[in-house]
């Protein structure tokens, strides 16, 4: 059984920092893609970042520069260093890992944790 779990939110000042933390087990292997997708009330669900078990990258345009994805391939774990943070970033921060091949929508997603920054 696969479970996904974040840890790591809070509430922070603008231009403070934190760091999301997430564990997928289930897998006897590494996930495919492990990312970071967030959530404002009222809002859908975008994307923030994700990273590939072979390193590859990717970034919204919006946190670009301030925000840095790294994994641990051995541990099934995935951060997401957020720096610069600013009010529009609040948000329920989710985890999701997906296998090659599968969309977003066919993930695996955890439980959420809050980011509120304050201005």
């Known amino acids: 059984q696969v479970q996904v779990v974040e840890s790591g939110g809070g509430l922070v000042q603008a231009g403070g920092s934190l760091r999301l933390s997430c564990a997928a087990s289930?897998?006897?292997?590494?996930?495919?893609?492990m990312g970071w997708h967030r959530q404002t009330p009222g809002g859908q669900r975008e994307f923030v970042a994700s990273?590939?078990?072979?390193?590859?990258?990717n970034y919204a345009n919006s946190v670009e520069g301030r925000f840095t994805i790294s994994r641990d391939n051995r541990r099934n774990t995935v951060d997401l260093q957020m720096d610069s943070l600013r009010p529009e970033d609040t948000a329920v921060y989710y985890c999701?890992?997906?296998?090659?091949?599968?969309?977003?929508?066919?993930?695996?997603w955890g439980q959420g944790t809050q980011v509120t920054v304050s201005s």
């Open positions: 289930g897998s006897s292997s590494p996930w495919h893609t």
């Open positions: 999701a890992v997906r296998r090659w091949g599968t969309p977003w929508s066919g993930a695996y």
């Open positions: 990273c590939t078990s072979g390193g590859t990258t």
